[in-house]
């Protein structure tokens, strides 16, 4: 049986390209659309030519975010598409009017949250003909199949990015680039909110109401975390990376889910002394002939990918035949991230085909940088190895951060790592080390990555 048409991150013209200029929607480059009668604003003036108009619904955290961030990058964005987005009008609980935003727009970015009024608005720009960018997961949940069904109808684009893991680039992952793949499994810590609070269980041993405490006076929780720490944040986001994975009609309320809000300090301490990690796992994977989509806590082994994935970051495992196992991560919540998964959604639609990068413009590439360097060095049986290796990698400007030696007589290893230092600095004091007569073999070198991201 095969398998429904998947929506894919965009429902535009069957041009092979993110943003084709055919449709009600398009732009292309040089020339505003012919519904474009004003500057944003409404004061009657013509607008340039290239300019792309962009109507924003809602003022909070992200659609602030948005304005701010777009504004500082429109000249950029001008130089890569040819055309200048640019605010046509905002609109709030007091102030702006949708039907007017909606005349001077070319594209809709929803940032209102929640349903109503946001289904109604969006429905009425997709079917008005202009392009819509979203990062609301409750709509795409629970009317996907719908909004969809509109965009299509309309030859315009859907993107929603955001609405799933803030900055992380999943869905044009699943939607796009592994398009023609057959998926079987997509794992996820999809909620930074309760990845912080394990995590913070786990560093400190604190309580879950301690940790979630913390996560509050940081900003990772909101003041009543229910939807987060019970699943629901999470269940929202893997019906849409369902729904786009395998193309099967999944809504929020087909997703069973637990959340944390039972996890004990000591259930995180028995898991540490087992080598393994507590998160809450949102996943969605074809068993039995049929689709299985859930969230729940559960523990990982220090293999696994997702295990490494700490404080409020997100990540998400996509498993397939064709690519055995790839892993995304990055940032998944904060005004700033969502609003730069907004920002590369607008960008996508704005581009029409056919079209060339800008010229390139030279750079000089760096090639000697600053990273720390795990040491591995075989000695003989003599006696002050350990002084006389730390002393040539001293005259070099190379400090030890931690070292072990393993081993006696004949057979002993060092094994270090260094701070941070010029490759070129340590580079040259290995080679001193190697024709040290006690020296067994040629040491062995591997970078350390020392930053630490929550």
């Known amino acids: 049986m095969s398998e429904p048409p998947r929506p894919g991150a965009a429902a535009g013209p069957a041009s092979g390209r993110p943003g084709g200029a055919g449709g009600p929607g398009g732009v292309s480059p040089g020339g505003p659309s012919s519904r474009r009668a004003g500057a944003a604003g409404g004061s009657g003036g013509r607008e340039p030519p290239g300019s792309f108009r962009i109507g924003v619904l809602g003022s909070g955290t992200v659609g602030a975010a948005f304005v701010e961030l777009l504004e500082s990058r429109a000249d950029a964005i001008a130089a890569e598409v040819g055309a200048r987005p640019q ?16 005349e001077r727009s070319d594209l809709i970015v929803e940032a209102i949250g929640g349903t109503d009024p946001a289904l109604r608005h969006v429905l009425a720009a997709l079917r008005a003909g202009r392009h819509v960018v979203s990062a609301n997961k409750q709509l795409l949940s629970r009317h996907g199949d719908e909004l969809f069904d509109a965009a299509a109808g309309s030859d315009v684009q859907l993107r929603f990015e955001a609405a799933v893991a803030g900055v992380v680039p999943v869905i044009r992952v699943i939607s796009e680039t592994l398009a023609g793949a057959h998926i079987e499994r997509v794992n996820g810590i999809v909620n930074g909110t309760t990845n912080f609070i394990l995590t913070a269980m786990e560093r400190t041993g604190a309580s879950y109401e301690d ?12 003041a009543d975390p229910t ?31 637990e959340g944390i809000e039972n996890v004990t300090a000591e259930d995180i ?21 049929g689709l299985a989509v859930s969230v729940y806590p559960a523990f990982l082994y220090a293999g696994h990918p997702l295990a490494a994935v700490h404080g409020s970051f997100n990540a998400v495992t996509i498993e397939s035949p064709a690519i055995t196992e790839i892993t995304l991560s990055g940032p998944g919540a904060g005004g700033s991230q969502t609003a730069s998964a907004l920002l590369g959604d607008v960008i996508s639609a704005m581009i029409p085909p056919p079209f060339a990068p800008p010229p390139a413009v030279a750079t000089r590439l760096v090639t000697d940088t600053e990273s720390a360097f795990y040491l591995h060095v075989e000695v003989g049986d003599h006696p002050g190895v350990l002084a006389q290796v730390a002393e040539l990698l001293g005259l070099q400007g190379v400090s030890i951060k931690s070292v072990v030696q393993k081993g006696m007589g004949a057979d002993a290893r060092l094994a270090m790592v260094m701070h941070p230092v010029l490759e070129s600095k ?6 001193l080390i190697s024709r040290l007569e006690f020296v067994r073999s040629e040491p062995r070198v591997i970078r350390v990555i020392e930053g630490v991201f929550e």
């Open 87 to 102: 605010v046509s009008g905002v609109l709030t609980r007091s102030r702006g009017d949708f039907g007017d935003i909606l």
């Open 426 to 431: 340590f580079r040259a004091a290995v080679a």
């Open 269 to 289: 301490a028995y898991a540490r002394e087992l080598g393994l990690s507590l998160k809450l796992i949102g996943s969605a994977e074809r068993t039995g002939g």
């Open 227 to 257: 939807e987060d720490v019970s699943g629901l944040d999470a269940a929202a986001k893997m019906a849409i990376l369902a729904r786009l994975a395998f193309g099967a009609p999944v809504h929020v309320e087909d997703v069973p889910c």
């Open 211 to 222: 940790a979630l405490a913390e996560a509050q006076s940081l900003g990772y929780a909101e």
